[in-house]
């Protein structure tokens, strides 16, 4: 089982998610270091993500795009707070415009990294917090058309599934 | 401190509305399109081809289901995505359960591919 628990703290303004995969501490940690597999995860099938940049030392930057079934782009940056290999990793994460500015009224939330050896696993921890209530509903109205999407193809497949057995 | 688990489901007849509500093509198109914009019940009677009634059947079943809302304009019927329930934060964190789930279930193929590697 890959999730082991999710908390959502909403006056924490705060969410983390406890996730445990088959492959040991050094291995996980290439999954955010290599921005090529990072691109083959950060986004959903629907919303492939491609990063351009991916300086991966403190203070540096990534800018990556979203691209929606129509062609759509949607841009996003990083900034590496905090790089600790191979278990421990910090970044702001942001949403950018067209040119890749950062859009700064639509905040910046921050996330936490950390990896843990369990036996021959590994356990990933990510907490995701927010600047304010404003800004997590901001973002909820702009990430609902991707999440729906995906929502709806997940049951699209489970009804060809069920019509199929 | 409001921790909260994920254990809390919906209760099944809330599944089962919306569930029911999604099972169905021109269904799922209709809480598409209305998601990323707002469309008259005879606007969406031209995309299908299907009569006023039915589709507004469709909408009915949507707005039970808490994925539309509808709105009387004149003589047109608004259809929406249901914003409402989004403003809350709430929404924001079960998507976002939604997305790291999906983003977990990624992480785990691309590492399974190396297991596939190394078998003799």
Do not use: C
């Not at chain 1, 492959?23 to 099938?45: C, H, S």
């Not at chain 1, 919303?47 to 929606?68: L, Q, R, S």
Request: net charge negative; charged share 30%; aromatic share 8%.
């Amino acid at each position: 089982m890959t999730v082991v628990s999710v908390n959502k703290d909403v006056e924490a303004l705060s969410f983390s998610i406890v996730t445990e995969f088959t492959a040991d501490v050094k291995r996980v940690w290439r999954i955010w270091e290599d921005p090529r597999q990072l691109e083959r995860w950060w986004g959903p099938p629907t919303w492939p993500a491609t990063f351009e940049t991916h300086e991966f030392t403190v203070g540096g930057k990534a800018a990556y795009y979203m691209t929606g079934p129509d062609g759509t782009k949607a841009r996003g940056w990083w900034k590496f707070t905090a790089i600790n290999a191979p278990d421990h990793l910090e970044f702001d994460d942001g949403f950018a415009d067209e040119q890749g500015a950062p859009v700064d009224e639509l905040g910046i939330t921050h996330a936490t990294v950390k990896l843990e050896p369990l036996d021959n696993r590994t356990r990933m921890t990510i907490t995701s917090t927010f600047e304010s209530e404003e800004q997590m509903q901001k973002m909820a109205e702009m990430g609902m058309e991707e999440g729906l999407r995906e929502a709806i193809e997940q049951i699209d497949g489970l009804l060809t599934e069920t019509a199929n057995a | 401190m409001v921790v909260d688990q994920l254990k809390t489901k919906p209760s099944d007849a809330e599944t089962d509305r919306l569930f029911h509500a999604l099972a169905d093509a021109t269904r799922r198109d209709i809480v598409a399109r209305v998601t990323a914009g707002e469309y008259s019940v005879s606007g969406l009677t031209a995309l299908y081809a299907m009569s006023f009634a039915a589709v507004q059947k469709h909408v009915a079943v949507l707005e039970r289901a808490s994925l539309v809302t509808k709105e009387k304009r004149g003589r047109e019927q608004i259809v929406r995505g249901n914003h409402e329930g989004l403003q809350k934060a709430r929404h924001l964190l079960d998507q976002l359960e939604m997305i790291w789930r999906q983003r977990a279930g990624r992480i785990a193929d691309i590492l399974a591919e190396d297991d596939e590697r190394d078998l003799p």
